[in-house]
């Protein structure tokens, strides 16, 4: 299920091996999220003429504080921006909190709302549940407001809430993996 209009698709096999990177994020921080699982099953999809590396320190930024945000950010705050500076693309999955955003994504969002490396970066929205529209609606309005773009055959629904975690069954699973190798490949298209 796709959430907005599109954009032409690309074809990942006559990608040179390892020739596109991108970042993707979860906002989950459970162990066994939903969300962390169809990332990893999209590296697992992407490679390896797609690099898709996982970012994992959500739970380590501090709370954002623009008296903080500086010329010299916290290093983290630093080895982030360079990590989306070096992305051709981001990949956000998250689940809906309370009808929004988890705070610990929305926290990231914000120490990048006055980064130089974020606005015109290809994003993919992606959501685990039908039912999360909220949070596929915020996440769309902050990312057009931070000037990223967003890309409407990237950003799709992929239905695997209480499905566990395990990216293998993912994979293996072609209504999740085809819709997911679609998506992959309209990022790639919009680089
Ligand atoms: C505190 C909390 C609030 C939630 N609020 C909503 C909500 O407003 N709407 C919704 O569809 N799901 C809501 N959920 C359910 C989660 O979005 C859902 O379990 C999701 O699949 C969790 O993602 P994860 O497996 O990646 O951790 C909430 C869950 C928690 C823990």
């Known amino acids: 299920m796709r959430h907005t209009a599109g954009l032409r698709n690309v074809d990942l096999t006559n990608t040179p091996a390892s020739s596109l990177r991108f970042l993707a994020i979860s906002g989950s921080l459970r162990a066994t999220s939903s969300n962390s699982a169809v990332l990893e099953a999209a590296r697992r999809i992407g490679a390896p003429e797609l690099d898709v590396e996982i970012y994992h320190g959500l739970d380590t930024l501090p709370h954002f504080n623009p008296d903080l945000d500086l010329d010299t950010p916290p290093p983290v705050i630093g080895a982030l921006r360079a990590r989306i500076g070096a992305a051709d693309g981001l990949i956000i999955s998250s689940p809906e909190y309370a009808h929004g955003i988890p705070g610990s994504l929305k926290n990231a969002l914000d120490w990048l709302v006055a980064s130089v490396e974020f606005p015109g970066k290809p994003v993919a929205l992606i959501s685990?549940?039908?039912?999360?529209?909220?949070?596929?609606?915020?996440?769309?309005?902050?990312?057009?407001?931070?000037?990223?773009?967003?890309?409407?055959?990237?950003?799709?629904?992929?239905?695997?809430?209480?499905?566990?975690?395990?990216?293998?069954?993912?994979?293996?699973?072609?209504?999740?993996?085809?819709?997911?190798?679609?998506?992959?490949?309209?990022?790639?298209?919009?680089?």
Do not use: F, K, N
Not at 134 to 150: G, I, N, Y
Not at 152 to 167: E, M, Q, S, Y
């Open 128 to 191: 685990t549940s039908p039912s999360s529209a909220h949070v596929v609606a915020q996440l769309a309005e902050v990312h057009t407001t931070m000037s990223a773009r967003l890309v409407a055959d990237a950003c799709i629904t992929v239905p695997v809430r209480g499905r566990g975690g395990d990216p293998e069954s993912l994979v293996s699973d072609p209504g999740i993996a085809a819709p997911l190798r679609r998506a992959l490949e309209a990022l790639a298209a919009a680089r």
